[in-house]
Structure formats: C-alpha cells, structure tokens
C-alpha cells in the first residue's frame, strides 16, 4: 500500500491513467453484465441479487430502468423464437356445481401453468419433447373474492390481464406486482353485457391499451330485439377509459353472439364470432373495429366442423377439423392471404387452403402453433404431443398433475414491466 503510494507521488501521470484505466474498466465491466443480465429470466435475474451488494444494487437499479425493461423484453422475445417458446395454460381444476365460478383465492395456485418448450437440432433422436412445466404463482395478495368467469382476458410483454364483469386486473407474476384498473365507462348494472376484454401494445403510440366490448339490448323498429354493440378503450399512458365507436356494419339480432378467443398479429386482435361466421378484428393503434364475413368457400369447408383461430407463420390461420369418437382424424389450415397477386393489399375475405396434415393417433385437438411448423395438441388430460407438420416427426409430452381442463392458452415471456408504467417509458422498437 506504502510503496504503492509513493510510487503514484513520485509519477503522477502514472498514477492518473491507472485510475482512469481502472474507471474505464469498471464501467466495462458494468456494461458486460448489463447485456448478459438482458438476456436472463426474471426469476434467475432477481436470484443473482444474492451474489455481492454491488450486484444487489446493481440488479434493483436495472429493472427499474424503463430502458433495460425495454431491451429485456426485446431480448427475451429473441430467445422465445429462437429456441424457447413458453405458452400460459389457464386451468379450472374443479367442478361446475350450481353454475357457479371460483375465486382467485380457490385456486391461487393452480390456475396458470407454464411450460417451457426447447427444440433439438435432431428432432429424430428420441419421441420425447424437451420442456420445463411449471405452476406460475399469482401474487398473494390479490382481491380473493375475484369471482373467475372469463378469468383469462389477455397477455403482452409479461402482464396478464384478467378479471370478471367490471374488475379488470393487471398482474405481473414474474415480479408480484398487479393492479386492479379504474371502474370502466360501460358497466353491468347500467345494462352492459361484456363479451370480450384484450390486452395489447400499440407500438406507435407506445402505449399499453385494454379493449373491452359488449352488447345492451335494444328494440328495434320491427319490434324484434337486437344486440347494440358498445366497445371503449383504457389506456396506460392516460390511465383512463373511454369510450369508442364499435363503427362495423354487423348487426347481432336475437342470436346472442357468440365470441371466440382472440389472437393477436402485428398489433390487430382477431376474434372468430361463431353463431354467424364473422371475424372481428381491432387495431390497437387506430383503435378501429373491422368485420369480415367469411367466403363461401372456408364456409363450406368449416360446415359441421370445428374451428379453432390461430398465429401459424406470421398469418392469420384457421385450422379446420372433424373428431371421430373423440379423436381428429385430419385438420386443414387456411390462411388468410392478405396480398393479392401485384402486391396490393386487399379484402380480408381472401382466403387460401395451404394444407392438410393427419396428427398422430388419439389426438384429441389442436392448441396452439410452436415454432419450426410444430403445432402442440392435446391427446389426454396430461399427455400433449409436439408434432411437426412438414416432417410428419411427433414428440411426447407428459405432465403431472395436470388440472381437469385446459382452458386458454397463448405464447407468454415473463418480463419486468410494471403494471404502473407510466408514459417515461421508451418505445420497444
């Protein structure tokens, strides 16, 4: 220390480059583990703040940063096409008596479970599938008498939107943090129905926005009774709700309209209404409703057979197929070719056949599309099955314990964005 001392006295100029050789390598250092933490899960991330107190201190300060917040998400997505892809299953492990849904506080612990998909070079090399399942744990302290009707509505970036009637919550398992959002505009006692509730990102205004819509009836003219269909909009940035133009020329007389589950594409949800074969679409930027009947053509392929909305290869899909005693014997993907021939974008009515694939034996139905042309689909109450559609190669996957139902289920990366983000955040493009 002594010689050390007096060695930097007797040089000064030495003494002042060491110092700023050791600062410049600090702060190297810092950035090094800055890009390795971005690329880390939350929960491996928080796990690190053991490691030293600079690290702690470190670590707090990062994922409070709207801007490394931004980048992990950018990165975790990366990973998630890469190699991973980690689907949300929403689960109701009891049985329907009286009519009547569970609680938040029921089924804390056995409502989400995640399941993490890692895919081989060598698919060929064994049948079984290469995961991590998990139950995903909701805060503690969420509101218990929650009633679960409906309970999943949405996921973008992390948060889980999900609620009933007029409660909508915002929660972020990877963090613990959630939030129930302020009373919306069209509530149930005034006569609102709610049908469907979303949760997305409007990349241009960077904004986090909640769409919910839904019917009141009304008498019309001819004295018959119609579904008059009424939307509105919350938004982060203004942490406020307003009402929208639901601005389609679909009418929804006495049949009640029946709306399937979303998916969500370059910033448009998607919603397939089965009672009169319409898909609803909603750009979370423009904040338009759109809807398309289906042509004749997907009309009749679709006729007594089921149908399930899908994300397969960046379009908009529509996979078609008949059970036999339970079991799906072939299933055809249509997609949705939004680009006519020179170019130029056209209807949302055409629509094409791409192909027809036959699962493995005792496939019971389809859940949702992986990466690579993987499609992932349940055979029993535990047992799922990757199969891949072009090499015709299947692979295994068996759960434990896993609850009576799968009820929903969407790609989902855990991140650490606040459900209190405010309009400081930076863009995630």
């Known amino acids: ?49 053991c490691v030293s107190k600079s690290w702690y201190s470190l670590i707090s300060s990062l994922i409070k940063n709207p801007e490394f917040v931004s980048k992990h998400i950018r990165n975790n997505n990366i990973l998630s096409s890469r190699s991973t892809t980690c689907l949300l299953f929403c689960c109701y492990a009891f049985a329907y008596e009286s009519h009547m849904y569970p609680t938040l506080d029921s089924l804390r612990q056995k409502l989400f479970k995640s399941i993490t998909v890692f895919y ?8 079984r599938g290469n995961f991590v399942g998990q139950d995903l744990r909701l805060p503690r302290n969420l509101p218990s008498d929650v009633s679960l009707c409906k309970a999943l509505r949405s996921h973008c970036n992390g948060i889980i939107c999900l609620g009933c009637d007029d409660t909508i919550i915002l929660c972020n398992p990877a963090i613990m943090e959630w939030r129930t959002l302020p009373k919306p505009c069209l509530v149930a006692n005034s006569g609102f129905s709610p049908l469907r509730v979303a949760f997305g990102y409007d990349s241009r205004g960077d904004d986090y926005k909640v769409v919910r819509f839904g019917y009141t009836k009304v008498l ?20 406020s709700w307003r009402e929208i133009e639901f601005g389609t020329p679909i009418q929804f007389p006495i049949v009640y309209p029946f709306i399937g589950r979303q998916v969500f594409l370059r910033g448009v949800f998607y919603w397939f209404e089965w009672s009169r074969d319409i898909l609803l679409s909603f750009n979370v930027a423009d904040e338009v409703f759109d809807g398309m009947p289906l042509p004749n053509n997907l009309l009749a392929a679709r006729k007594r ?31 949705m070719d939004d680009y006519c021939s020179d170019g130029v974008k ?20 389809p859940v949702a599309f992986l990466k690579n042309d993987e499609i992932l689909m349940q055979a029993t109450r535990s047992r799922f ?7 015709q190669v299947h692979r295994n996957l068996t759960f434990r314990e896993m609850p009576a139902k799968l009820i929903w289920d969407f790609s989902y990366v855990r991140s650490f964005l606040s459900v209190h983000r405010g309009s400081q955040s930076p863009p995630l493009n």
């Open 385 to 391: 099955v990757l199969y891949n559609i072009r090499s």
């Open 346 to 365: 056209c209807s949302f009515s055409n629509w094409i056949k791409k192909l027809t694939f036959t699962p493995p034996a005792d496939v019971a139905c």
């Open 1 to 49: 220390m002594t010689i050390s001392f007096c060695a930097s006295v007797q040089n000064p100029k030495r003494a002042a480059v060491t110092a700023t050789t050791s600062v410049w390598c600090d702060d190297l250092l810092e950035d090094v583990l800055v890009e390795i933490f971005s690329w880390l899960s939350p929960e491996c991330l928080i796990g690190f703040k």
């Open 120 to 127: 081989d070079q060598d698919e060929r090399r064994n049948d």
């Open 220 to 239: 019309g003219g001819d004295q018959k009774e119609y579904y008059n269909i009424r939307a509105e909009v919350y938004s982060m940035r203004s942490e």
């Open 305 to 335: 057979h089921s149908v399930k909305l899908a994300v397969w290869n960046e379009s908009i899909a529509f996979l078609i197929y008949k059970r036999d005693n339970g079991v799906i014997k072939a299933i055809d993907i249509w997609v």
